[in-house]
């Protein structure tokens, strides 16, 4: 389910071992948004704030890929 945010949004992770993730953000038609932001991740649970890459209102898929090629999509709603 989205989760809608009006300012700031945390987009969280749990990584079993040490990595580099990308993150990507597209429009609902797939366009890119933002291009790749690189982030450091730990083990455990993770939390990037994506808020101020998102300037205007709408909805966004936001994609997490690892250093292993592992992906995963996330759907926020900017109000």
Same mark, same amino acid.
């Given at each position: 389910?989205?989760?809608? $945010?009006?300012?700031?949004? !945390?987009? $969280?992770?749990?990584?079993? +071992?040490?990595?580099?993730?990308? +993150?990507?953000?597209?429009?609902?038609? =797939?366009? +890119?948004?933002?291009?790749?932001?690189?982030?450091? $991740?730990?083990? !455990?649970?993770?939390?990037?704030?994506? =808020?101020?890459?998102?300037?205007?209102? !709408?909805?966004?898929?936001?994609?997490?890929?690892?250093?292993?090629?592992?992906?995963?999509?996330?759907?926020?709603?900017? $109000?």
């Amino acid at each position: 389910m989205p989760n809608p $945010f009006t300012q700031e949004l !945390g987009v $969280f992770y749990h990584s079993d +071992i040490v990595t580099e993730v990308s +993150i990507e953000i597209f429009d609902v038609q =797939g366009r +890119i948004v933002v291009e790749k932001i690189q982030f450091a $991740f730990t083990t !455990g649970d993770n939390q990037i704030e994506i =808020g101020k890459y998102l300037k205007d209102k !709408g909805q966004y898929l936001i994609k997490v890929t690892t250093k292993e090629n592992q992906s995963e999509i996330k759907k926020a709603i900017k $109000f």
